[in-house]
């Protein structure tokens, strides 16, 4: 069974300075999709960036980037220049065509971006 | 256009009773997704509609929930004989689904609350 780990419940940073979230996950498939979902306290969850497996490039969105590692299963989230905005739950989730694109997410990074 | 609607936003009721919730997806979505996030927690898949297929629900955590979807329409998810345990937020998704796991559109959830 595929499972979706992030070891940092909490995390703060400055206002205008870069962050790093973690997430590794566990699967035999060689083909799937990797995940960063935004929910701020509105409870609204929002993608913020999405990566192919089968794509060696990191995905990047603006001030998101990521770092995957197939080879380790490691799925980092970069946010650069941080703004109180990106104050939220941050979410890593895993998904597969062939189990119909439902995803697994894993438990959690609270994000507190400080004036 | 319009986005993933859900109601009610709230519902408390008694331990015991039956509830029912909706989820309006998103026009021309053939995908639609419940999933649940108890306090604190990440979300977990519950049950997976797409199109005319038989749905994948193999994340029904007990045989007092279930599901219906009418095409590619509204869709209610029914809590029977409910426990304290089922308290938690429910939350809908849909997405036009091709080749691939693209981007599921959230709504905003129905907090369910078992007293």
């Known amino acids: 069974a595929q499972t979706v780990t992030q070891s940092q419940p909490e995390m703060s940073v400055q206002e205008a300075e870069t962050v790093t979230l973690s997430c590794t996950y566990d699967t035999s498939e060689s083909n799937y999709y990797l995940f960063w979902y935004k929910q701020p306290p509105s409870r609204q969850m929002i993608l913020v960036i999405r990566q192919e497996a089968y794509k060696q490039q990191n995905a990047t969105e603006n001030r998101f980037s990521v770092n995957f590692q197939k080879a380790a299963k490691s799925f980092s989230l970069k946010i650069s220049d941080s703004q109180l905005g990106d104050t939220a739950m941050y979410f890593c989730a895993f998904g597969t065509w062939d189990q119909g694109g439902k995803l697994i997410f894993g438990q959690g990074t609270e994000l507190s971006v400080k004036p | 256009g319009a986005g993933v609607s859900q109601s009610p936003s709230n519902k408390v009721t008694e331990k015991g009773k039956d509830v029912e919730l909706r989820c309006d997806p998103i026009s021309g979505h053939t995908a639609l997704y419940w999933y649940r996030q108890r306090l604190g927690q990440g979300l977990e898949f519950l049950i997976y509609f797409q199109g005319n297929s038989a749905p994948d629900k193999s994340g029904l955590p007990s045989d007092r929930f279930s599901a219906e979807r009418t095409g590619e329409s509204v869709s209610t998810l029914t809590i029977q004989r409910t426990q304290q345990e089922d308290s938690a937020v429910y939350l809908c998704?849909?997405?036009?689904?091709?080749?691939?796991?693209?981007?599921?559109?959230f709504g905003p959830g129905t907090r369910l609350t078992v007293t």
């Open positions: 998704a849909s997405t036009l689904q091709t080749s691939g796991v693209h981007e599921q559109y």
